[in-house]
């Protein structure tokens, strides 16, 4: 009689006694020992799991996937393992929570049991020694996958064992650290998920590390789209995917808020509501969802799952939480160092010790740093930063741009960041930090300032955003506002600028008074403004105004009334009230003369303006007599390349057309054309407009050519 004996499970070996007959042995292959099923929407990303293939295929190789939280380790690490089987079926892959000891303990009972290690349910057995030696069986092929190694330090630092293998136990027995019952043998490799580089390289080298970034483009909307169920072949998807940042799981949480309450609710609302203010996306992105392949300590909120790293941060290195905190208020791009290194200094030194009586919106020569701390104390202060942004890097949270000064955030880790402090009742002395930060670094718009206030911009349109409530910090947020509208409507940027320089204005009207030079100041800019935007009623009331206070409190021949009395008399052209316009400036340039000298740019300002009237009441001759003057005084005085200069060369070039000297202002004009491209860019206003004047006459003259008679 034959008997056929089947062994199944993790059940491997044969052992009889006497068969008298035939016996028919069925081993099963190793399972995939892991707690999540695989996931049917998973997105290639690249060559990403070719790089873990070739890494852990490596005898006895250890590889760390780090990336900041909910960018999709995990998720790699899944499909990694239904891979690894579909390559190998002989090859054992195993799963380990490794948030903490007892998660990680308890993961290896699980394997011991799964796998039916002899010896297991011995009450006396180290249960760690008992999967490192079935691990370390030549005999079989594994993957061991350390998930959520965000703190490394419990497996690195000797641990009290007691006899059953329990950690952190009276009556231990031994003392040993965890990592050394991870074996490094050729028949194994391990695969480490972390949102921490500095616990992956605890565990492993350096070039074994794989950092996982947010998805690409054309993967983001995959994902989306797969989760969604359907196609949208609409814009919405993308803006929605881009505003999301590619965050994986914040991609998925948007997915499954919206399957959720369709058809009352689309991706256009989502996208909508996504927009309107901090405290509507912290709602949408706390919104936990269901995520099956998510480990259940692991939170399904993004933020929440930020915030969580955000703590630990404080925990191990509070001065790197407040580098965050601050780094939470600026443009996520650009952040330079030089508003970052002093913060501490300004906390200690700064709160108590702002003058009351600071009148000034551009006063540039205060510095946070203290000249009287010793070399030593320079250098500790140094090397405390360093350590900050290396703690903030290790979490990936903040990276450094190729110029080695500035750093980047993602949006949605600065939204997490206020939304914790807002929680904490820290906010706003975070944006008050970034505030006065700011302003002591942003100069005023003139030319030679440009390339600082280019950088800083951003920075300003983001702080415009974050007005404060104490009032001193109103006072610099006013003084960003109109230093940023001042650049602004140097670029020819007029919506920015109006908006910045209204808000400044109303503050400051409000804090110091309609009739405080810094006041006037900002109503000066917001006349500019509007002259720019063509609003010439709302400027002359404003310069009128501005005019008849500073010759009260200035005095009639005070350099502000003078600007004042200039402005009024641009605005009076601008409308065509030319008479008035020139008797204005002529009172001015004499005045200025005397009080400036003959080439201060202010009077050669004035000069040009009344070059320009006389220009428009077709006295010609006048205005290329003056013109000529102030473009070589300015070439001589403020460069060539000044927009002032070009400026000038641009008003000469006009009248030589007007007065048929065609081919010297084509000339002029080329000249004027290539050096605006280069100073102010190709969409600035006065270049358009010089290229657009440079065609026609271009235009004009091949048409004279072109029907000239011929001889």
């Known amino acids: 009689m034959a008997s056929a004996i089947s062994f199944s499970d993790a059940n491997a070996g044969f052992q009889a006694g006497i068969i008298n007959g035939s016996a028919n042995v069925v081993f099963n292959a190793p399972p995939v020992v892991i707690p999540f099923s695989r996931d049917t929407d998973f997105v290639e990303r690249g060559i990403i799991l070719d790089q873990i293939h070739r890494k852990c295929?490596?005898?006895?190789?250890?590889?760390?996937?780090?990336?900041?939280?909910?960018?999709?380790?995990?998720?790699l690490a899944i499909e990694y393992a239904y891979r690894t089987r579909d390559r190998s079926s002989e090859t054992w892959v195993l799963w380990v929570h490794t948030s903490n000891a007892a998660r990680f303990e308890q993961s290896f009972r699980d394997i011991a049991n799964r796998v039916k290690i002899f010896e297991r349910q011995n009450p006396t057995a180290n249960i760690f020694q008992l999967v490192h030696d079935w691990l370390s069986d030549d005999g079989r092929k594994w993957v061991l996958i350390l998930d959520n190694v965000d703190d490394a330090g419990f497996l690195v630092t000797a641990q009290n064992t007691d006899q059953d293998g329990q950690t952190n136990?009276?009556?231990?027995?031994?003392?040993?650290?965890?990592?050394?019952?991870?074996?490094?043998?050729?028949?194994?490799?391990?695969?480490?998920?972390?949102?921490?580089?500095?616990?992956?390289?605890?565990?492993?080298?350096?070039?074994?590390?794989?950092?996982?970034?947010?998805?690409?483009r054309a993967d983001g909307l995959a994902l989306f789209e797969k989760k969604l169920g359907w196609y949208d072949d609409g814009g919405d998807i993308v803006e929605l995917t881009t505003a999301l940042e590619f965050m994986p799981l914040a991609i998925v949480q948007a997915a499954a808020y919206i399957s959720q309450r369709m058809p009352r609710y689309s991706i256009q609302q989502y996208l909508q509501d996504?927009?309107?203010?901090?405290?509507?996306?912290?709602?949408?992105?706390?919104?936990?969802?269901?995520?099956?392949?998510?480990?259940?300590?692991?939170?399904?909120?993004?933020?929440?799952?930020?915030?969580?790293?955000?703590?630990?941060?404080?925990?191990?290195?509070?001065?790197?939480?407040?580098?965050?905190?601050?780094?939470?208020?600026?443009?996520?791009?650009?952040?330079?160092?030089?508003?970052?290194?002093?913060?501490?200094?300004?906390r200690n030194s700064q709160q108590d010790q702002k003058e009351s009586n600071d009148d000034s919106l551009t006063n540039n020569d205060t510095h946070y740093s203290n000249d009287d701390k010793d070399d030593t104390s320079q250098s500790s202060l140094s090397d405390g930063f360093e350590e900050d942004v290396l703690a903030l890097r290790n979490y990936s949270f903040i990276s450094v741009n190729t110029d080695g000064t500035t750093f980047e955030m993602h949006g949605l880790v600065q939204l997490a960041t206020r939304e914790w402090l807002k929680a904490h009742k820290q906010q706003e002395r975070w944006k008050q930090q970034f505030i006065r930060n700011l302003d002591e670094e942003l100069p005023t718009g003139e030319y030679e300032n440009w390339v600082t206030c280019q950088a800083l911009f951003p920075h300003a349109q983001s702080a415009?955003?974050?007005?404060?409530?104490?009032?001193?910090?109103?006072?610099?947020?006013?003084?960003?506002?109109?230093?940023?509208?001042?650049y602004a409507w140097q670029m020819g940027k007029g919506v920015e600028a109006e908006k910045m320089s209204v808000q400044a204005m109303k503050v400051l009207t409000r804090i110091l008074g309609r009739e405080h030079k810094n006041t006037l100041y900002s109503m000066t800019m917001v006349g500019l403004v509007y002259k720019l935007r063509g609003r010439w009623d709302a400027a002359e009331e404003l310069f009128v105004q501005v005019m008849e206070t500073s010759k009260k409190k200035l005095g009639a021949d005070h350099p502000s009334t003078l600007t004042g009395i200039n402005n009024l008399a641009v605005t009076y052209g601008n409308q065509g009230r030319w008479d008035i316009a020139e008797e204005l400036f002529?009172?001015?340039?004499?005045?200025?003369?005397?009080?400036?000298?003959?080439?201060?740019?202010?009077?050669?300002?004035?000069?040009?303006?009344?070059?320009?009237?006389?220009?428009?009441?077709?006295?010609?001759?006048?205005?290329?007599?003056?013109?000529?003057?102030?473009?070589?005084?300015?070439?001589?005085?403020?460069?060539?390349?000044?927009?002032?200069?070009?400026?000038?060369?641009?008003?000469?070039?006009?009248?030589?057309?007007?007065?048929?000297?065609?081919?010297?202002?084509?000339?002029?004009?080329?000249?004027?054309?290539?050096?605006?491209?280069?100073?102010?860019g190709v969409n600035h206003p006065n270049t358009l407009s010089s290229c657009t004047a440079l065609a026609t006459w271009k235009a004009e003259q091949d048409d004279v050519v072109f029907i000239s008679p011929k001889g």
């Open 57 to 75: 295929a490596v005898s006895g190789s250890r590889t760390a996937l780090v990336g900041l939280g909910g960018v999709g380790k995990s998720q």
């Open 169 to 216: 136990s009276t009556g231990s027995v031994e003392v040993r650290p965890l990592v050394e019952y991870l074996p490094q043998c050729p028949n194994g490799s391990i695969l480490i998920t972390t949102r921490s580089k500095s616990a992956a390289l605890k565990l492993v080298e350096q070039r074994n590390i794989i950092a996982v970034e947010p998805m690409d």
């Open 274 to 346: 996504f927009r309107k203010s901090d405290r509507k996306r912290t709602s949408l992105l706390n919104h936990p969802g269901e995520q099956l392949r998510r480990d259940r300590e692991a939170k399904n909120s993004i933020i929440i799952t930020w915030q969580i790293s955000f703590d630990h941060i404080r925990e191990i290195r509070p001065s790197a939480a407040d580098l965050l905190s601050l780094m939470s208020f600026f443009d996520r791009q650009g952040i330079p160092e030089a508003l970052l290194r002093s913060q501490d200094e300004q």
């Open 464 to 486: 415009a955003a974050q007005r404060p409530e104490e009032e001193d910090s109103l006072r610099d947020w006013a003084s960003i506002l109109f230093k940023a509208a001042w």
């Open 586 to 680: 002529v009172q001015v340039i004499e005045t200025i003369k005397k009080k400036l000298g003959a080439d201060h740019p202010e009077t050669l300002i004035s000069m040009a303006n009344l070059a320009w009237t006389y220009r428009n009441q077709g006295r010609w001759d006048a205005a290329e007599e003056l013109e000529v003057q102030v473009m070589e005084m300015s070439k001589k005085k403020l460069g060539a390349d000044h927009p002032d200069t070009l400026t000038s060369m641009a008003n000469l070039a006009f009248t030589w057309k007007r007065t048929g000297r065609e081919t010297e202002a084509i000339r002029i004009m080329e000249e004027c054309v290539r050096s605006r491209q280069r100073v102010l």
